[in-house]
């Protein structure tokens, strides 16, 4: 099978990663891909939103299936594209559909699909310039702190957790009013504040039947001991030693099953992962959010403990009998930690030569903001390798990845030292 993943961080390179292991391959394409991805396949310079370019790969190079992984082609709508030309719709395309992808696309839009199908999240309100002032009138009557959230994609940047009702008010006057995340803040939601642990729980769906992965906890905050400005993720573990048994099945009874039913219920095609950010509070889960793909950092450590063949899974996927194919997890640690450019996540210079990896010996190297010039690697963003390791246990784990992310070296490199303890 040819197979195209789209995307270039640390997710995309565990796709990579863990694609390149199944006997069912045979050629496998990165769109755009980085330095580290070309180990695995091959690199191929599309953007991610060239849906015409990547549709002419794809016939060109007899491509078999396509795996997306950022969100922004799936909230663009890079499925039904795929499905809208007669020469490429019999290409499976591992992803939502463009009203699935609202989801993540639209939080209003996921916030009113669990409120109807009784999906337990926080209590909300959505406002817009039509009716600003009475949401501002709205804040007084909560409690504190309250949670602002743009309506669409913000680059993660579009959430805000508000300590006074003043600055609630300011916040909300400049997402709405003077556009502090453009068109994203056209609409915010005002939301409830959760008091708990947070994790993430992925889910493959075909639509009909699903299973459910690994789960897995990503650190935020720049700064050890979860201070300082929010990242992209700064690492991650899993499983997540306080999701038991009995937590987990409360997700998937409460939680996971409403959400496949509710999909059928509204007649939204769903073909793809489902990441769901929850919030464990005294012991029972709620939904954060919604998001249409996998996570990242957590990809890179729920990959690894997959022992069954992934191009298997994604083909039940595409042929919708997901539920006849094998699944099973390894019962050991993975921890991932990140190293990212000095100044990260404001103002960081890249171009920075990276060495030391090949002494990297117990851990997988994923690339994430990497380029190869003049046959060396440079970093190429603020996130640029993720460090993953599979040990017995949590202990073991979080000594191995923080060993082995400090044998790498670049001109100003950081990573915490921290990903993890919490939880011994």
Partial sequence: MNILIIGSGGRESAFAYKLSKSPRLNQLYIAPGNAGTKQYGTNVDLKV???????????????????????????????????????????????PQQQGAQLEGSKDFSKEFMFRHNIPTAAYRSFDKSNLEEGLAYLDSQKLPIVLKADGLAAGKGVLICETVEDAKAELNAMIADAKFGDASSVVVIEEFLKGIELSVFVLTDGSSY????????????????TGLNTGGMGSISPVPFADETFLAKVEERIIKPTIDGLKKDNIPYKGFIFIGLMNVDGDPFVIEYNVRMGDPETESVLPRIESDLVDLLEGVAEGNLTDRSYTVSPKTAVTVVLVSGGYPGDYESGKEIANMENVEDSIVFHAGTKEVDGKVVTAGGRVLAITTLQDNLFEALQQATADAGRIFYERKYFRKDIGFDLI
Avoid: C, Q, W
């Avoid at 990547?54 to 795929?82: Q, W």
């Avoid at 299973?211 to 979860?226: Q, T």
């Fill in 49 to 95: 939103t060239d849906f015409e370019g990547i549709a002419a790969f794809v016939l060109t190079n007899a491509i078999d299936m396509v795996l997306v992984g950022p969100e922004e082609p799936l909230v663009k709508g890079i499925h039904d594209y795929f499905l809208g030309r007669d020469d490429v719709k019999h290409i499976p395309v591992i992803g």
């Fill in 211 to 226: 299973k459910v992965l690994p789960s897995a906890k990503d650190y935020k905050r720049i700064g050890e001991g979860d």
